[in-house]
């Protein structure tokens, strides 16, 4: 397919979108989106594929939904329109892994599609921020739910309150960021984190997302048992199989992702 505002790459069986409109830091509008959700989901169903990486340009990952096409809108249209969840959720239909590598500016919906991910590589120039108070508005893409799980409440309400960016090292100090890499190693080593998850059996590697995500939604009590059901699955797989008869014959384990 051939896409107008992002960039698709697969290197065996790690691919990468990358946002692609530089004249705007990335903005993200209704054709980014789609298309955005469109790659996404052609990845997931693709079984030669075992992770997916979401990048943006080295100065932005994303300034923010596209204040331009926004600026205009009425209450009875964005709500006619059910703006942001028509084709943000796209996301959430994934179950392969998605890694955000986040370079420069992840703004507003920029933040909030890193924090769609099911986690956040950062450059060490990233900057992160909720800056919707300054345009009238509060974040309209999970800021306000997402944030405060993955960092605090004291530093939602920071963030969301002033709009104030928060460097890389401080969102790796808070939790946001997994790891942070110097700002022109970012795409190699988010490239080898992805391709060791890629060769994981991914049947395994969609049990831990779905199990991890669901800490998310669930009690303690509930998720663990979640987790448990999961658990015993997985010894109907081919793959827990070889993963342990090759552990016990010391040798490499060949998955078959059956
Ligand atoms: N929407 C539309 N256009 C944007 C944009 C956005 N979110 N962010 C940047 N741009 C455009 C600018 O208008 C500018 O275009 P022109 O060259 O035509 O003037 C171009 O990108 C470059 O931007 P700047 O000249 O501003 O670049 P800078 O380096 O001086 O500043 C910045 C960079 C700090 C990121 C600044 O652009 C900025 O503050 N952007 C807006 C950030 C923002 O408020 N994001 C939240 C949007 S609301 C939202 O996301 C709602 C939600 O929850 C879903």
Request: overall charge negative.
């Given at each position: 397919m051939s896409y107008k505002t992002i960039l698709t790459e697969v290197n065996g069986k790690v691919a990468t979108i990358t946002l692609n409109r530089p004249e705007v830091l990335n903005a993200l509008n209704d054709q980014l989106m789609d298309e955005l959700g469109a790659a996404l989901l052609t990845f997931d169903a693709d079984?030669?594929?075992g992770c997916i990486i979401v990048t943006g340009s080295e100065k932005a990952f994303a300034a923010g939904a596209d204040i331009a096409s926004m600026a205009k809108r009425s209450l009875q249209d964005v709500y006619r329109h059910n703006f942001i969840s028509r084709n943000w959720e796209h996301m959430q239909k994934v179950r392969k892994p998605v890694i955000a590598a986040v370079s420069g500016y992840a703004l507003g919906g920029g933040c909030e599609l890193a924090m769609m991910c099911d986690t956040i590589m950062a450059a060490d120039n990233a900057k992160f921020a909720q800056p919707e108070i300054k345009l009238g508005i509060i974040p309209g893409a999970g800021g306000t739910q997402r944030l405060p799980r993955a960092i605090s409440k004291a530093k939602a309400m920071d963030l969301a309150l002033t709009g104030r960016m928060m460097d890389a090292a401080e969102a790796e100090r808070s939790g946001l960021v997994a790891r942070v890499f110097p700002k022109a190693d970012l795409l190699k080593e988010v490239k080898a984190i992805a391709k060791d998850i890629a060769d994981m059996p991914l049947l395994t590697t969609m049990m831990v997302k779905e199990a991890v995500n669901t800490a998310y939604e669930t009690t303690l009590s509930q998720g663990i048992h979640f987790e448990r059901r999961l658990f015993h699955t997985c010894?109907?797989?081919?793959d827990q199989k070889e993963g342990m008869a090759a552990f016990i014959e010391k040798r490499p384990a060949k998955f078959t992702n059956s």
């Open positions: 079984d030669n594929i010894f109907g797989t081919n």
